[in-house]
């Protein structure tokens, strides 16, 4: 995937240049200070970007995303049934058919600024049993309580088409990820034109990666940047979003600066004004 900036369309750069009515300055749009998020989810809900923040994506700059997911099986839809040589059923032959789709979903800029971050609401659907993941030891955050709406979770067709516009003119890089690419229900192909980086395969069979196949996160964060994310275990999209970024940018080059510069040229001081 190259780092240098992509061709973006003209809507993209007025949506990002939205926000704001000057526009002579690129550092408007790169400035020193991170800018957090300012929308946060109601009641009990930990979002705290649950609309997204268009303004904070440069057109063609990379983005990160994970997901936290919830679980769902179709009634009556069965994984086939293989046996092995003997007749014996083999591993989950027959049994119900498990898919993820979004629970809470985080979206960073290169500069790990949070463009979304929210929970997400199917609506009750007779035909689909529910789930949420769980594990020993571990917490992803995504419960009965955080996907309803009066806790601020957002409707997942509503997510599901910002992320389709996001998405758009825009690498969208990942740890791992496999899952996360096959989470969106409504937009069942949403990477189908999509430019997609899977970071841990920068740190397959690394010394930072343990010499592993398939490093965790967790682990290349700690001997890469000497820091320690999922503590006790608890996993969020935004700081999972946000370290795979940092892994991201130490082997890819993005000059946020000179991007910003280079598309405040092209459009001239007075674009929008």
């Known amino acids: 995937m190259s780092s240098s900036t992509n061709t973006a369309s003209n809507q993209g750069f007025l949506r990002w240049e ?51 997911f919830q679980n769902y099986h179709r009634i009556g839809e069965n994984h086939p049934v293989v046996k092995d040589s003997r007749g014996r059923v083999k591993g989950n032959s027959g049994k119900p058919q498990w898919r993820n789709r979004l629970g809470w979903i985080g979206i960073v800029n290169t500069r790990g600024e949070v463009i979304l971050d929210v929970h997400v609401f199917y609506p009750q659907d ?4 529910t789930m949420f993941p769980y594990a020993p030891g571990k917490q992803f955050g995504v419960t009965a309580q955080s996907v309803r709406e009066v806790n601020g ?20 890089v990942f740890f791992g990820g496999s899952n996360d690419r096959t989470a969106f229900y409504y937009f069942a192909e949403m990477f189908k034109e999509v430019t997609t980086y899977d970071v841990q395969e920068d740190w397959a069979n690394t010394p930072e990666g343990g010499d592993k196949a398939t490093p965790g996160l967790a682990e290349v964060t700690r001997n890469a940047l000497k820091v320690e994310i999922q503590k006790g275990g608890v996993h969020g999209p935004v700081e999972d979003a946000q370290y795979t970024m940092k892994l991201y940018m130490l082997k890819h080059a993005f000059d946020r600066a000179e991007a910003a510069a280079q598309w405040q040229a092209v459009y001239g001081p007075s674009f929008g004004q």
């Open 126 to 129: 007779k035909a689909l049993q």
């Open 18 to 68: 939205a926000s704001t009515d000057k526009t002579s300055s690129a550092s408007i749009n790169n400035p020193a200070i991170l800018r957090k998020p300012n929308a946060p989810a109601r009641g009990v809900g930990k979002g705290t970007q649950v609309v997204p923040r268009w303004e904070l994506l440069l057109p063609g700059e990379p983005l990160a995303l994970d997901i936290e």
């Open 153 to 172: 979770a957002v409707k997942g067709e509503v997510v599901e088409k910002w992320c389709n516009e996001l998405f758009r003119d825009h690498s969208v």
